[in-house]
């Protein structure tokens, strides 16, 4: 027993339960797919917010990016702020990771970041971890 741990649980919501458990008992695996880049949640100053009219006022810090990956191929670099996938907001890490459905793997797809002051639109093809 943990004391400091007593009463702790997590939750997994019933869409996200119901979504893996028909993948894993159909493909007995969930794939996803994957750009190659480590990042952390940061709050956007609301003058950036306003200036580029973006649609959430959080975004993904890129703190590394791995040789060879996706991101690296599609210009992604340490420090870029990832706002936006396939046109939809990524305020968070999270929000990212469910739009890298299986259905994006091997498709082009636009990734836009902030890159000092400029707003850049890359194109980058999510590829299937193995």
């Known amino acids: 027993v943990i004391l400091p741990a007593q009463g702790l649980c997590f939750a997994i919501a019933?869409?996200?339960?119901?979504?893996?458990?028909?993948?894993l008992i159909r493909d007995g695996r969930i794939d996803r797919g994957?750009?190659?880049?480590?990042?952390?949640?940061?709050?956007?100053?609301?003058?950036v917010v306003r200036f580029h009219n973006l649609?959430?006022?959080?975004?993904?810090?890129?703190?590394?990016?791995?040789?060879?990956?996706?991101?690296?191929?599609?210009?992604?670099?340490?420090?870029?702020?990832?706002?936006?996938?396939g046109g939809l907001?990524?305020?968070?890490?999270?929000?990212?990771?469910?739009?890298?459905?299986?259905?994006q793997v091997g498709a082009r797809s636009s990734l836009t970041v902030l890159r000092q002051t400029a707003r850049e639109v890359l194109e980058v093809v999510p590829q299937l971890r193995i």
């Open 34 to 47: 994957y750009l190659g880049l480590g990042g952390q949640n940061v709050p956007l100053p609301r003058r």
């Open 14 to 23: 019933s869409n996200t339960a119901r979504f893996v458990a028909g993948r």
């Open 55 to 85: 649609a959430a006022e959080s975004g993904i810090l890129v703190i590394s990016v791995e040789r060879g990956s996706p991101a690296e191929k599609a210009g992604v670099r340490e420090g870029d702020i990832v706002v936006e996938f």
């Open 89 to 103: 907001a990524t305020p968070d890490i999270d929000k990212l990771h469910r739009l890298l459905s299986e259905s």
